[in-house]
Protein backbone atom coordinates (compact mmCIF):
# COMPACT_ATOMS: atom_id res chain seq x y z
CA UNK A 1 0.00 0.00 0.00
CA UNK A 2 0.91 3.38 -0.79
CA UNK A 3 2.04 6.37 1.70
CA UNK A 4 -0.08 8.41 -0.14
CA UNK A 5 -3.30 6.43 -1.17
CA UNK A 6 -4.44 5.09 -3.92
CA UNK A 7 -6.91 5.09 -6.67
CA UNK A 8 -9.17 2.35 -7.74
CA UNK A 9 -10.10 2.51 -11.29
CA UNK A 10 -12.90 0.04 -12.70
CA UNK A 11 -11.48 -3.13 -14.52
CA UNK A 12 -13.93 -2.16 -17.64
CA UNK A 13 -11.81 1.19 -18.77
CA UNK A 14 -8.72 -0.34 -18.02
CA UNK A 15 -9.47 -3.43 -20.03
CA UNK A 16 -11.10 -1.26 -22.61
CA UNK A 17 -11.06 2.05 -22.96
CA UNK A 18 -7.45 2.86 -22.07
CA UNK A 19 -5.94 0.72 -24.40
CA UNK A 20 -6.86 2.37 -27.34
CA UNK A 21 -6.71 6.84 -25.94
CA UNK A 22 -3.97 8.31 -27.29
CA UNK A 23 -1.77 10.53 -24.87
CA UNK A 24 -4.16 12.90 -24.46
CA UNK A 25 -6.83 11.41 -24.06
CA UNK A 26 -5.43 9.01 -21.92
CA UNK A 27 -4.35 11.89 -19.77
CA UNK A 28 -7.33 13.70 -19.37
CA UNK A 29 -9.12 10.40 -18.53
CA UNK A 30 -6.90 9.50 -15.48
CA UNK A 31 -7.15 13.25 -14.11
CA UNK A 32 -11.14 12.65 -14.10
CA UNK A 33 -10.23 9.29 -12.48
CA UNK A 34 -8.23 10.45 -10.13
CA UNK A 35 -10.23 13.70 -8.91
CA UNK A 36 -13.27 11.58 -8.59
CA UNK A 37 -12.32 7.92 -7.78
CA UNK A 38 -9.14 8.64 -5.97
CA UNK A 39 -11.41 11.18 -4.03
CA UNK A 40 -14.45 8.24 -3.37
CA UNK A 41 -16.93 10.50 -5.81
CA UNK A 42 -18.87 10.35 -8.23
CA UNK A 43 -18.65 13.78 -9.36
CA UNK A 44 -16.12 16.36 -9.05
CA UNK A 45 -15.93 19.97 -10.29
CA UNK A 46 -13.02 20.46 -12.58
CA UNK A 47 -12.01 23.85 -13.77
CA UNK A 48 -9.71 24.12 -17.57
CA UNK A 49 -7.20 25.43 -15.37
CA UNK A 50 -7.23 22.92 -12.69
CA UNK A 51 -7.17 20.48 -15.85
CA UNK A 52 -4.13 22.23 -17.31
CA UNK A 53 -2.31 23.17 -14.53
CA UNK A 54 -3.41 20.94 -11.77
CA UNK A 55 -3.80 22.46 -8.26
CA UNK A 56 -1.29 24.52 -6.09
CA UNK A 57 -2.12 25.13 -2.10
CA UNK A 58 -2.07 28.98 -1.34
CA UNK A 59 1.50 27.83 0.67
CA UNK A 60 3.16 26.35 -2.73
CA UNK A 61 2.33 23.08 -2.16
CA UNK A 62 1.33 21.02 -5.25
CA UNK A 63 -1.21 18.74 -4.93
CA UNK A 64 -1.29 17.84 -8.58
CA UNK A 65 0.65 18.35 -11.96
CA UNK A 66 -2.45 18.88 -14.11
CA UNK A 67 -2.59 17.53 -17.18
CA UNK A 68 -0.23 20.28 -19.12
CA UNK A 69 -2.38 19.81 -21.96
CA UNK A 70 -3.70 23.20 -24.10
CA UNK A 71 -7.38 24.44 -23.93
CA UNK A 72 -8.08 23.35 -27.69
CA UNK A 73 -6.78 19.81 -27.25
CA UNK A 74 -8.70 19.50 -23.65
CA UNK A 75 -12.21 21.13 -24.99
CA UNK A 76 -11.59 19.09 -27.88
CA UNK A 77 -11.13 15.45 -25.96
CA UNK A 78 -14.02 16.24 -23.53
CA UNK A 79 -16.29 16.94 -25.97
CA UNK A 80 -15.34 13.36 -27.41
CA UNK A 81 -15.65 11.90 -24.08
CA UNK A 82 -19.21 13.36 -24.29
CA UNK A 83 -20.03 12.41 -26.97
CA UNK A 84 -19.36 8.75 -26.76
CA UNK A 85 -21.18 8.84 -23.31
CA UNK A 86 -17.59 8.24 -21.53
CA UNK A 87 -18.60 11.31 -19.08
CA UNK A 88 -20.99 13.49 -18.22
CA UNK A 89 -20.92 17.07 -17.85
CA UNK A 90 -22.62 19.29 -15.87
CA UNK A 91 -22.46 23.05 -16.63
CA UNK A 92 -23.49 25.56 -14.20
CA UNK A 93 -23.84 29.44 -15.00
CA UNK A 94 -20.82 30.91 -13.20
CA UNK A 95 -19.77 28.10 -11.34
CA UNK A 96 -17.11 25.33 -12.24
CA UNK A 97 -18.52 22.20 -14.53
CA UNK A 98 -18.88 19.11 -12.73
CA UNK A 99 -17.75 15.43 -14.74
CA UNK A 100 -18.83 12.36 -14.06
CA UNK A 101 -17.75 8.97 -14.96
CA UNK A 102 -20.50 7.28 -16.79
CA UNK A 103 -20.77 3.93 -15.29
CA UNK A 104 -23.18 2.53 -17.69
CA UNK A 105 -20.60 1.17 -19.62
CA UNK A 106 -22.31 -0.08 -22.41
CA UNK A 107 -22.85 2.98 -24.82
CA UNK A 108 -19.17 3.79 -24.34
CA UNK A 109 -17.93 0.48 -24.80
CA UNK A 110 -19.84 0.54 -28.25
CA UNK A 111 -18.38 3.20 -29.37
CA UNK A 112 -14.89 2.80 -28.22
CA UNK A 113 -15.22 -0.04 -31.74
CA UNK A 114 -15.93 2.43 -34.11
CA UNK A 115 -13.16 5.15 -32.91
CA UNK A 116 -10.16 2.86 -33.37
CA UNK A 117 -11.50 1.81 -36.59
CA UNK A 118 -11.50 5.03 -37.64
CA UNK A 119 -8.23 6.09 -36.65
CA UNK A 120 -6.71 2.75 -38.53
CA UNK A 121 -8.53 4.16 -41.36
CA UNK A 122 -7.23 7.37 -40.87
CA UNK A 123 -3.49 5.49 -40.37
CA UNK A 124 -3.91 3.78 -43.65
CA UNK A 125 -4.92 6.37 -45.99
CA UNK A 126 -2.49 8.25 -44.65
CA UNK A 127 0.06 5.49 -45.21
CA UNK A 128 -1.51 4.80 -48.76
CA UNK A 129 -0.78 8.67 -49.74
CA UNK A 130 2.96 8.73 -48.28
CA UNK A 131 3.57 5.56 -51.03
CA UNK A 132 1.88 7.41 -53.30
CA UNK A 133 3.99 10.26 -53.03
CA UNK A 134 7.09 8.01 -52.81
CA UNK A 135 6.42 6.54 -56.01
CA UNK A 136 4.67 8.93 -58.58
CA UNK A 137 5.47 11.74 -60.72
CA UNK A 138 4.64 15.31 -59.43
CA UNK A 139 1.44 15.03 -61.72
CA UNK A 140 0.21 11.84 -60.30
CA UNK A 141 1.32 12.64 -57.16
CA UNK A 142 -1.22 15.85 -57.58
CA UNK A 143 -3.88 14.10 -59.19
CA UNK A 144 -3.62 11.31 -56.31
CA UNK A 145 -3.39 13.58 -53.25
CA UNK A 146 -6.60 15.43 -54.72
CA UNK A 147 -8.35 12.01 -54.67
CA UNK A 148 -7.35 10.73 -51.08
CA UNK A 149 -7.98 14.36 -49.83
CA UNK A 150 -12.26 13.54 -51.19
CA UNK A 151 -11.94 9.94 -49.23
CA UNK A 152 -10.23 11.22 -46.16
CA UNK A 153 -12.38 14.43 -45.49
CA UNK A 154 -13.47 14.47 -41.93
CA UNK A 155 -10.28 12.53 -40.92
CA UNK A 156 -7.87 12.79 -38.11
CA UNK A 157 -9.67 13.81 -35.00
CA UNK A 158 -12.52 14.73 -36.57
CA UNK A 159 -13.18 11.32 -38.35
CA UNK A 160 -14.32 9.84 -34.71
CA UNK A 161 -17.20 12.39 -34.72
CA UNK A 162 -18.69 11.32 -38.28
CA UNK A 163 -18.10 7.63 -37.06
CA UNK A 164 -20.11 8.53 -33.84
CA UNK A 165 -22.65 10.29 -36.12
CA UNK A 166 -23.58 6.89 -38.11
CA UNK A 167 -23.34 4.93 -34.50
CA UNK A 168 -26.74 3.44 -34.28
CA UNK A 169 -26.56 2.21 -37.94
CA UNK A 170 -23.03 0.51 -37.30
CA UNK A 171 -24.04 -0.74 -34.08
CA UNK A 172 -27.08 -2.81 -35.63
CA UNK A 173 -24.84 -3.93 -38.56
CA UNK A 174 -22.29 -5.06 -35.75
CA UNK A 175 -25.12 -6.73 -33.58
CA UNK A 176 -26.74 -8.53 -36.68
CA UNK A 177 -23.35 -10.24 -37.19
CA UNK A 178 -22.70 -11.00 -33.77
CA UNK A 179 -25.42 -13.34 -33.77
Known amino acids: MSKNGTTNIPNDLIDFFFPILNGAEAKIALYICRRTYGFHRR ?54 TEYVINEDFKPWLLSIKFIKASRDACKSVMQIEKEQRQNASPDQYIRRRQSLLKNREGCSNNKTTAVL ?5 IVRENLVNNT
Do not use: H, W
Not at 71 to 86: A, D
Not at 165 to 169: G, K, L
Open 165 to 169: ENRET
Open 43 to 96: SDRISYKQFRRGITKKDGEVLDMGTELSCGTLNKVLRLFESIEFIKIARYPKQT
